[in-house]
């Protein structure tokens, strides 16, 4: 991790209940697209690590005969189980409390394991590595998240677009000008490289696919408010007694953008980076990084 900070539980304290409401969705083809790229046909099992509430663990759980989500957070793992129970994935999943570093905390093996934007929050060389070794022979380690740098143009929309750099503005006010972290800050952001990280554990790849975004969301003032908790640098156990008093700053500026409380947005494109173990791969190169920052629509 990004020298000078150190994990805490309270990264991401308070902010399950926010994401399924608040976070923006990734683009729709995303789960055809790991169907076809890794041969998903029912079987085997998936490991999805740093699983959150299930975002990712549940769409894809049909195309496994078992999917583990594991979560260091109690809240998400909650909100996960939450969300499985009496839908159809239900009898497919299973959610651990445990930290990335603690695997492979008797697991078993796997076929895919995938990393929704919360590689960058662990002791990455340590996590490749174990990571691998839980892999069979032909396993895929995938890393999803939102196009990095991508342009949503507003143009056409509805309604106004959510003003981010207000929002990111307010959250300074309140927590000062540094990105928070749980208890520690972050000035640098969280850090890149995972492509030689991953070629340092034995991975070979990756195989990068874009899944086009650009639909058009339509979001309320709830909505809005749900995505700024969901964040950990806007968790709402930072603010701590004075939550209410951002919160109602935070209303009454996003309705001096849209008086009627509602917003219109581009959906973001999502990436996917595919590295296989014990397969023949491209030459190893370096591609944008999966991180996550105060201006990025689902980083975590």
């Not at 927590?175 to 070979?204: H, I, N, S, Y």
């Not at 990756?206 to 975004?213: M, Q, S, T």
């Amino acid at each position: 991790m990004t020298d000078g900070w150190e994990w805490d539980e309270t990264l991401f304290a308070g902010t399950a209940t926010h994401y399924e409401r608040g976070r923006l969705p990734y683009a729709p083809g995303l789960v055809p697209l790991l169907a076809d790229v890794l041969g998903l046909d029912g079987t085997g099992r998936l490991l999805d690590v740093g699983c959150g509430p299930g975002t990712l663990a549940l769409p894809l759980a049909p195309l496994f005969a078992e999917a583990v989500g594991v979560d260091t957070d109690p809240g998400m793992i909650a909100e996960a189980v939450r969300r499985a129970a009496g839908g159809a994935a239900a009898a497919r999943t299973r959610w651990v409390r445990v930290r990335a570093e603690e695997l492979p905390a008797g697991l078993g093996t796997f076929t895919v394991a995938v990393f929704a934007q919360s590689f960058h929050w662990m002791d990455r060389d340590l996590v490749a590595r174990t990571v691998h070794g839980m892999l069979r022979p032909g396993g895929a380690l995938v890393h999803v998240c939102d196009l990095k740098g991508e342009r949503r143009d507003t143009g056409g929309l509805p309604y106004p677009a959510v003003p981010y750099a207000a929002v990111e503005a307010l959250v300074r006010t309140y927590l000062g000008p540094v990105r928070r972290a749980g208890r520690g800050v972050l000035p640098g952001g969280t850090p890149d490289g995972e492509a030689a990280v991953l070629a340092r554990a034995g991975f070979l790849g990756p195989e990068r696919h874009v899944v086009p975004g650009g639909r058009a969301l339509e979001r309320d003032e709830d909505t809005v408010v749900a995505g700024v908790f969901s964040m950990s640098w806007s968790a709402p156990g930072l603010f701590g007694p004075h939550r209410a008093a951002f919160e109602a700053d935070l209303r009454r500026t996003l309705r001096t953008y849209s008086p009627t409380g509602r917003f219109s947005e581009r959906a973001p494109s999502t990436e996917v980076l595919v590295w296989r173990t014990g397969l023949s791969g491209p030459e190893h190169e370096e591609p944008p990084p999966c991180r996550s920052g105060p201006g990025d629509s689902l980083g975590r």
